[in-house]
């Protein structure tokens, strides 16, 4: 009978969490944002359509098998000579340019999303470490910090991206691309969480509760993952929203200046730089679509960033 009792606990204790959500000024803060509300709409359908490409793609770009070049630079909302109809068209290959963004939009939302989680981690790891210990170690870590931001990200991700394609071997640089490219943007965006968590690690350090774990003799270690790492997380989350966008644009950029990801695994980026090339000869539409695309996901995840930082934000409530 007891344990008969105890079995609804689980779904009783989801609803609680989710009506206290549906309580709380986040979501009430979201509900009055119409502009939010559409920036989160759009990021969802662009990412889930990146997610779902092998199954809503109409063709498949990258099998050679079936492309034909006689339908190469088909326009948008017509068939080719062939009988295949584009959306938006087709490339000098005959690739649906759909097709591209689609899978494209996959590896450039990879690179963006895994590339900030590692600078999260760099940054959270030295931020809270520097701004606990504090002494000679927290100033170099800073010093480290403001040099770096003295240099613009994309730079530094050449410079680490160069350097990572020089040590390793030419047999495996295209099938490293994706993650060589991951850790030269996380490597240039990891101050901006440091600087950030440093500061607030700093002020939680004097909090009565990091004094009391100390007097109970808690490890140093579980008191910043267990106590006060809980309490920076705000301010983190708000960096990481925006660096998305920023990371996602600088693997676009890199990308378009081909140093990015191969030929073979083409990011909206790449689909740019091919789409420039034809624009002056007409085919607008090549360069036009992934262009736009690359617009909307970037200014989405920056306004759901903006929209974060202010509910997360208590002098604006």
Not at 66 to 75: C, E, S
Not at 156 to 171: M, Q, Y
Not at 191 to 214: H, I, L, N, S
Not at 295 to 315: E, F, H, I, K, Q
């Amino acid at each position: 009978m007891s344990a008969d009792t105890t079995r609804p606990a689980a779904p009783v204790a989801a609803k609680g969490a989710l009506a206290r959500f549906l309580d709380s000024d986040i979501w009430f803060s979201f509900k009055r944002s119409p502009v939010t509300i559409v920036a989160a709409t759009v990021a969802a359908v662009l990412i889930l359509s990146a997610l779902l490409a092998p199954l809503i793609s109409p063709y498949d770009p990258f099998n050679p098998a079936t492309l034909n070049l006689m339908d190469g630079f088909t326009k948008p909302f017509s068939e080719s000579m062939f009988g295949n109809y584009f959306v938006f068209g087709s490339d000098n290959q005959g690739r649906d340019v759909l097709s591209t963004i689609l899978y494209g939009s996959r590896i450039s939302i990879f690179v963006g999303l895994m590339a900030t989680l590692f600078a999260m981690v760099i940054g959270i790891s030295l931020g809270l470490s520097a701004g606990y210990v504090g002494g000679v170690y927290d100033s170099v870590v800073m010093r480290i910090a403001d040099i770096q931001l003295s240099f613009p990200a994309i730079l530094i991700a050449l410079l680490i991206f160069g350097v990572a394609r020089g040590i390793i071997p030419p047999s495996q640089h295209e099938s490293m691309a994706v993650w060589v490219l991951i850790i030269a943007i996380g490597l240039a965006n990891w101050a901006q969480f440091a600087r950030t968590v440093r500061g607030a690690t700093m002020v939680e350090r004097q909090k009565d509760y990091v004094a009391a774990a100390r007097i109970m003799g808690v490890n140093p270690l579980r008191i910043l993952l267990g106590h006060v790492l809980p309490n920076v997380m705000g301010p983190v989350l708000v960096i990481a929203t925006i660096n998305l966008a920023l990371a996602i644009i600088e693997e676009a950029t890199l990308s378009y200046l081909g140093v990015g990801v191969p030929p073979t695994q083409p990011s909206l980026g790449t689909l740019i730089r091919i789409g420039q090339q034809f624009l002056f000869s007409g085919e607008w539409w090549i360069l036009f679509f992934p262009a736009v695309t690359l617009v909307l996901l970037a200014l989405s995840v920056n306004l759901l960033g903006d929209w974060l930082r202010d509910a997360l934000n208590p002098r604006l409530r």
